[in-house]
Each structure stands twice: as C-alpha cells, then as structure tokens.
C-alpha cells in the first residue's frame, strides 16, 4: 500500500504499575479503509484506543498522524487532529434532540445567541452524507430512538466535526439483525468517504462484512495484521486465542 | 420517505393540521409540559368559582397574581438547580440572610437602599456559589449540602436580626413592588410589549430559518398564539384595571410586580432556550457524562446554576418583604417545599433535563389558588397542607411515568 497512514503507531509501550498491557505495538490504519482491531478481553484493546484518543497517553513509542509525529496528551489535542471516538455507551443526551446532540459542545452561535437554523442544516447534511434514511425528523429527541439510531448520531457526529480517523467501539454490541446491517453499512459508507476507520469488535461475522483489514491483539502484543481478502475465519481465531503465535513462537505480523 | 436531498425533516413541515397532529402525538410520548397544571388552573377556578363568592372578585383575582409572584420567583430559582437533578432546600432562607443583611445594613449601618439591595444580592450569588462548590468540586450531594445550609441559615437569620427581631421596611422602592399598581395605560403598554417581543422573536428565527433554506411553519402558529397574548393578557389587563376597593379609595391598574416578574421570566427563558450556557445546563441535566465528554465544563454549569437559584431567590425574598413590610427572622422557612412543588406541578421533572420557567410559573399559580381557594372556603391550615402534599405527589408520579413512557431509565 502506497498511501500514508492516517495512523501509525510505532513500539507503543504502557503498562499500570506492574502490568505491562501494551508490549511494544505496531499498527497502521489508512484512509478510506476500515480497520478491525480485536482480540480477547484483557488483550489491551481498550488502552491502545484510549492512547490514540489522549484519555490515558502512552508510556512510550512514536505515534504518526498521517506521516507527522504527535503528541497525544489529552482528548481535546486528539479532537484537533481529527480523532473522533464513538464509545459504546454512545454519549448522548437523551432529553435533547438530535441536532442538539450532534453540536454539543460545539455550539453554532450567532449574534451570541444559539445559531439553531445552522446547525441544524449541518446536522441534516452530515446525516444525508451518510444516507442515512432512518430518522424521522432532525429534531426527535435522542429518547425516542432506536438503539441502531442512536448508533447512527453518535457516528454522524463525527462526520460533522470532520473528522479524519473515526474509532468505534463495538457499534454493534447491543443491535438486533437489522440495525446491525443498517450499521454496518453506514461504517462503510464512512470510510468510502476517505475516513480511517477504527472498529474495535467481538462479532467476527460483522469484521469480515465491512473491514478491509483485521489487526489482532494478543496479550499486549499486535501478533497479526491481515487484509480480510486474504484471510479466513479460522485464521483470525487463531491469532484470537493465541494458538497461531504459540505454533510459531513468533510474533508475526502480515499484510499492512 | 423520498430520495429526494430534502428527505430529513425538522418537525417544521406540513399545515397546520399537520402541525397539530404533531403536537398531539408529542403529548401522547409523554412530553406533556405544563399541559396538566393548565388543566388543573381551569379545575380549581371552576371548583372555588361555584363554591365561594369571593373567589372570582376583581380583589381577589388581583391578589392572587400578587401572591403567586413571590412563589414564582423561588421556584423559577429552583427550576435552574432542578434542571440538573440537583435540589436546593436552602433557597428560602437564602432570601432570608440576604434581606437580613439588606434590612441590618440599612438600620443598623446607615446604607442607602441601593447599595444595600446590592448586597444582599452579593449575598445570594456568595452563598450560591458556596453551595455549588461544594456540590460540584467537593462532590456532596446537594440534598445534604443545603439541608445543612437550610439549618444553619435559621440560625444566621437569628444572629442577624436578634430573637424575635422584626424590622419595618420604610424603602418606598421596594414597598411599591407588591403594594403599588401600574396606571391603566401602563398595563395596555405593558401586554402591547409582550405581544411585540412575542411578534419580533418569532420572525426573527424566522428569518434565521429561512437564510439557511430550511421550511419554517406555517406563520399562522405565530399569529394564533400572539393573538392568543392579546386575548387573555388584554382581558386580565381589563379587569385589573377596574376599581377593586372595597372603601372610598379607588385601587386599580396591574400591580407593579406583575412586569417585574414577566421580565425576569423573559430573561430566563432567554437565556435557557437560546444561549450555550443554557443548552450545556439541559445537556448536564440530561446526562453528565455525555456533557463532560462534549467538553463541557460540568462542575463550572453546576456552580452557575447554584448562583443563578439563590440570585432569582433572593428577588423572591424581595417580593415578600415588599408585601408584607418587614423583615423578619422566619421569613423563607417554609416557601421551599412549596417552590419545589410548584416547579413539579407546573411540569418540570425531578430526573433532570426537563423543564421551563413557564412551567414553574404555571405550576406556582396552581400552588397559590388551591391556598387562595382553600383560605376562602375557611378550612383549616391542616387541610390545605394535606391538599398540597397531594397535588404534589400526584404530580411526581405524573412526571415519573411520563418518563417511563417516553423511554428513559427511571433512575440514574
């Protein structure tokens, strides 16, 4: 792959006293592309997001936003540089409408009252973007909707602060069948639009639907980057549980 | 829906008729407002209109406007604290320290009244900002913090005043808020403004709307309700207008405080529905974890909220003094309860991030007419705590199954 990396992390180093959860990780996520990052519990998933987002920083290693070295020390820094996190609990505010929660926090203002009319252009254009067809009006309150909507907000609300790596957390962990779909191809539609994309998930089925590539975590070791057209299922679970790595007694990393 | 570009809508499509179905299916999720305390007003007029003569004089439908002011006031305050499921027991004799200290500095230390109504004001924000550090960055729970404070108030009232201390206000300023009236003309002018404003705000978002492209509704909406300001204003402005005195001197005109409170009323609401400051307040109400994410800086919102209610609080305790001319060293210790339950009453919900300062001004009046009503009918104080404890716990449980039904988590 010719193209720069959105992210590129080199020798990536944390550990919690004792603990060392982070062992030394390489990993690369590029434009337009969506990347899986799994891994079992406790494989350090979590901290390697949280590194990238600045809420707990890395003891060690180079991070490369898009060939340039930074310094991600908080999540205000990692905001200014276009890294979004969709959480699982999705952040939002139930007793505001979507526009409200699309902008919170980045409020339009105007005269220096709230520029309503703005937002909520912006709001419905960055939810056209994305095709998204679900919602019936821009001004429902966020209790009135789906679980697979709300999905859908919190990810349209990084479209709106344009952002160019999008990190999501199981943004299928609590959907039915069809608004995991709805989902996942509103994550693809994401990445088409030239987003690096990020997707932290336990549902194979899903990874192997919309990521174009799977990066495995092990114990705190990245032990494989594979592109999903030139893997299996099977393979991936090996690199899951650890069975591949201990055949080897290597770490191994492909594709990328 | 279509594939047009325009396929999201706003909620400002459609006709009128659409427009109401709408509204109807709003109340049918649960987001009633203030729709039942205006529905109780209608209840208890009719009830206390058939069952007391003097309900419906022109004396005492003025009065009742005069004592809901001071009711509105200190549950406007509390609504900005209820908003973020917070709670202050201390409001009321927050009032009371302040105009301790306004009446002490003007008897005992000579002050002129202006310089002393601003420190009693200073008073209210100190003691407001007191209670919100120590909700937000000590993190106690506000019900306990201003229990704490709702005591130890009595007591400072005590030391500032001396036991049993009354003093009488002789500030005519201030005497004039609840005891004088407006001429005749000055109510006509006062409704003509409200109708204005009403006119001005509505084409203003308007035309914000329609310079970004967006459909507005139909301006019909705009015109009912403005006419329906001019209709019930224009005919409380009427009939405060006529000669209530029951002597030789003539009273008549809309009492003083009737603008004051409008105005603050207008201010509030301005500042909730319009400018960050309020949209973070609902959004820290609502969930605060999602706000602090956003960016907001949620113990900072906390510590104004705290501040705005004791402020709003003391213009409440302002009121009182007004009314009944002194100062003393009960004053506010029983206002609360009621401020709290008005604010429920009137829609305004318990759980946080919903809620207006219209919904606490209605729910103030429903408060003051079962108390104006009930004190007509001659029944004893017994039956109308037992009427208010009533109402509020039918309202609570309104409030909690309203929100059952529109889908969020009962507690948090």
Known sequence: MSQLPAIELTGVVKSFGPVDVLKGIDFQVYPGRVTALVGDNGAGKSTLIKGLSGVQPYDNGVVKFFGETVDIHNPRQASALGIEVVYQDLALCENLDIVQNMFLGHEELLTGTLHESEMELQATKALQSLSVRTVKSVRQKVSSLSGGQRQTVAIARSVLREAKVVILDEPTAALGVAQTEQVLNLVRRLADSGVAVIMISHNLSDVFKVCDDIAVLYLGRMVAQLKTSETTNTEVISYITGLHSQDTSAITVEGA | ?412
């Open chain 2, 1 to 412: 829906m279509s594939n047009q570009v325009t396929s999201l809508a706003s909620g400002h499509e459609g006709t009128l008729r659409d427009q109401f179905s709408q509204y109807i299916q709003r109340l049918k999720g649960g987001e009633m407002g203030s729709l039942p305390a205006i529905g109780a007003t209608i209840v208890l007029a009719v009830i206390f209109g058939f069952s007391s003569p003097f309900f419906f004089t022109k004396l005492n439908f003025t009065n009742m406007f005069v004592q809901a002011a001071e009711l509105t006031m200190l549950s406007s305050a509390l609504v900005f604290v209820i908003l973020l499921a917070e709670i202050d027991l201390s409001a009321g004799v927050t009032a009371g320290v302040s105009m301790a200290v306004f009446i002490v500095l003007i008897k005992s230390f000579a002050w002129a009244w202006v310089p002393a109504l601003l420190a009693a004001f200073l008073t209210g924000l100190l003691i407001g900002w007191v209670i919100g550090f120590i909700v937000a960055k000590v993190g106690v729970p506000s019900f306990v913090v201003t229990l704490a404070f709702f005591l130890g108030f009595q007591g400072m009232q005590l030391v500032l005043l001396g036991e049993g201390g009354v003093y009488r206000i002789e500030v005519p300023e201030i005497l004039a808020i609840m005891n004088n009236n407006l001429s005749a003309w000055g109510g006509w002018l006062m409704i003509a403004v409200c109708a204005v404003v009403m006119l001005a705000l509505g084409y203003w978002d308007r035309g914000r709307r329609a310079r970004s492209g967006l459909v507005n509704r139909p301006i019909a909406i705009l015109y009912i309700k403005v006419a329906a300001l001019l209709l019930i204003g224009g005919f409380a402005v009427w009939f405060m207008n006529l000669d209530r005195s029951q002597g030789v001197i003539p009273i008549m005109g809309v009492p003083i405080v009737v603008p004051f409170t409008i105005a603050i009323l207008f201010i509030g609401s301005f500042v909730l529905d319009r400018t960050k400051f309020g949209r973070h307040l609902y959004a820290v109400g609502g969930n605060p974890e999602a706000a602090r994410r956003a960016g907001i800086k949620v113990a900072r919102i906390r510590i104004y909220a705290f501040m705005i209610c004791a402020f709003l609080a003391v213009i409440s305790g302002v009121f009182h003094s007004s009314r009944i001319g002194n100062v003393d060293g009960s004053a506010g210790h029983t206002i609360v309860l009621s401020g709290v339950a008005a604010a429920v009453v009137g829609g305004v919900s318990l759980f946080g991030g919903r809620g207006k300062l219209a919904h606490a001004a209605i729910g103030a009046l429903v408060i003051t007419m079962i108390d104006n009503g009930l004190g007509l009918l001659q029944m004893s104080a017994g039956v109308n705590f037992l009427v208010e404890g009533g109402v509020l716990l039918f309202a609570a449980t309104l409030d909690a199954l309203a929100r059952k039904r529109s889908g969020g988590p009962l507690a948090r």
